[in-house]
T-cell receptor, first 113, second 113 residues
Framework: GENVEQHPSTLSVQEGDSAVIKCTYS??????FPWYKQELGKRPQLIID?????GEKKDQRIAVTLNKTAKHFSLHITETQPEDSAVYFC????????????FGGGTRVLVKP | DSGVTQTPKHLITATGQRVTLRCSPR?????VYWYQQSLDQGLQFLIQ???????AKGNILERFSAQQFPDLHSELNLSSLELGDSALYFC????????????FGPGTRLTVL
């Protein structure tokens, strides 16, 4: 089955700096890659997603890039703010497997004011 | 608010007991997914239902079962509970078919003493 690895597990950045989180996946048939933000004890919230027919997608301060050949995708947060502090999860899925999500292990991001 | 509801929010019970977790998907969504989030295992897919039928199964224990009712709400039944079953249980819903974006409910925190 699919395996998703996520790095780093923790990331500390100064407010205003950029943060980058990287994920690799194993199943070349995966075609959907969402990113979720989770605050302590709360639900994972979708912040951005990308499909395999697109190489890059941007939404304000957040961007995601996908390299299908290398089977990796990355989340970029620019101009970080204290409210960006949370745990971020990448995931991968494919329609043939019912679109179930396989998650990476998560990255705890701390933005220091 | 994602539009997905889950009850109860918290559940405290003893080893050996049985509990039922309930999920109501967003209006119009046909597919429900159940995920378990524990400290050591991260977010793991358990099972998916689509319009009343089981569609995909993940790492779900035999002591666990689920169903989706005609009104599309879903229940996850956990029996013979063990300490290691303590976790956050999330459900997510999506329209189904080729639609892959999943929206998560607030979760049920299960504590087994």
């Amino acid at each position: 089955g699919e395996n998703v690895e996520q790095h780093p597990s923790t990331l500390s950045v100064q407010e205003g700096d950029s943060a980058v989180i990287k994920c690799t996946y194993s199943d070349s048939a995966s075609n959907y890659f969402p990113w979720y933000k989770q605050e302590l004890g709360k639900r994972p919230q979708l912040i951005i997603d990308i499909r395999s027919n697109v190489g890059e997608k941007k939404d304000q301060r957040i961007a995601v890039t996908l390299n299908k050949t290398a089977k990796h995708f990355s989340l970029h947060i620019t101009e970080t703010q204290p409210e960006d502090s949370a745990v971020y999860f990448c995931a991968a899925s494919r329609k043939a497997a019912g679109n179930k999500l396989t998650f990476g292990g998560g990255t705890r991001v701390l933005v220091k004011p | 608010d994602s539009g997905v509801t889950q009850t109860p929010k918290h559940l405290i019970t003893a080893t050996g007991q049985r509990v039922t977790l309930r999920c109501s998907p967003r209006s119009g969504d046909l597919s429900v997914y159940w995920y378990q989030q524990s400290l050591d295992q991260g977010l793991q897919f358990l099972i998916q239902y689509y319009n009343g039928e089981e569609r995909a199964k993940g790492n779900i224990l035999e002591r666990f079962s689920a169903q989706q009712f005609p009104d599309l709400h879903s229940e996850l039944n956990l029996s013979s509970l063990e300490l290691g079953d303590s976790a956050l249980y999330f459900c997510a819903s999506t329209l189904g078919g080729s639609t892959d974006t999943q929206y998560f409910g607030p979760g049920t925190r299960l504590t087994v003493l």
